[in-house]
């Protein structure tokens, strides 16, 4: 009864491959995201759909493309993989309040830890 | 550009002891202020959380106090106890966007 559930955990891949991370929440929440921790453990945000539409997208190389088919499923596409790509993918999602109703509290996934070689 | 920080990357503490946990942010329009809790080969966990407008939160053994005019918050936790090692980051939320810290690994030595 996993909440967030992103798979592969692990992948180990080459260089200019193409791979996808799959993720899916079954919290009933509406809003989904990506986040990437780099090798300085900095978490950032890379996307986020609310309802399957896209509202957050940050400078992010346009080899990462996130399709969401519905508001429980948000999978990460990544083109031709480079070394710089390696890093831990965490899926999260999150029910957004209203403002003044409470913080809107992330559930994260387990991660998925790509290396690329 | 990282607007959420926590400087120390490690802390250690003894058992039964208070850790204090530091954070400092640049956006005076963050609204909340959130900690999350990180084990190994784990994603982040939820912890406690703060409004702008307050400057103290209590959970159980776990205080998060929050000084808006130095843009400066803190986790304590009282007592610590050996369960509580794991990387703890800090994050602020204006909105439904989150900027997170790098995290501090606390280490509670029994």
């Known amino acids: 009864d996993t909440a967030v559930s992103q798979t592969p955990k692990y992948l180990v891949t080459q260089m200019g491959n193409d791979k996808s991370i799959k993720c899916e929440q079954n919290?009933?929440?509406?809003?989904m995201y990506w986040y990437k921790q780099d090798s300085k453990k900095f978490l950032k945000i890379m996307f986020s759909?609310?309802?399957?539409?896209?509202?957050i997208n940050e400078t992010v190389p346009n080899r990462f493309s996130p399709k969401s088919p519905d508001k429980a499923h948000l999978n990460l596409h990544i083109n031709s993989l480079e070394l710089g790509d390696s890093a831990v993918y965490f899926c999260?999602?999150?029910?957004?309040?209203?403002?003044?109703?409470?913080?809107?509290?992330?559930?994260f996934g387990a991660g998925s830890r790509l290396t690329v070689l | 550009d990282q607007q959420v920080k926590q400087n120390s990357p490690s802390l250690s503490v003894q058992e039964g002891r208070i850790s204090i946990l530091n954070c400092d942010y640049t956006n005076s329009m963050f609204d909340y202020f959130l900690w999350y809790k990180k084990y190994p080969a784990e994603g982040p966990t939820f912890l406690i959380s703060?409004?702008?407008?307050?400057d103290k939160n209590e959970d159980g053994r776990f205080t998060v106090f929050l000084n808006k005019s130095a843009k400066h918050l803190s986790l304590h936790i009282v007592p610590s106890q050996p369960g509580d090692s794991a990387v703890y980051f800090c994050a602020a939320s204006p909105g439904n966007q989150f900027y997170f810290g790098t995290g501090t690994s606390l280490t509670v030595i029994p």
């Open positions: 759909y609310n309802n399957k539409e896209l509202i």
């Open positions: 999260a999602s999150s029910q957004v309040q209203n403002r003044g109703s409470g913080a809107n509290v992330l559930t």
């Open positions: 919290l009933g929440h509406d809003t």
């Open positions: 703060i409004s702008s407008i307050k």
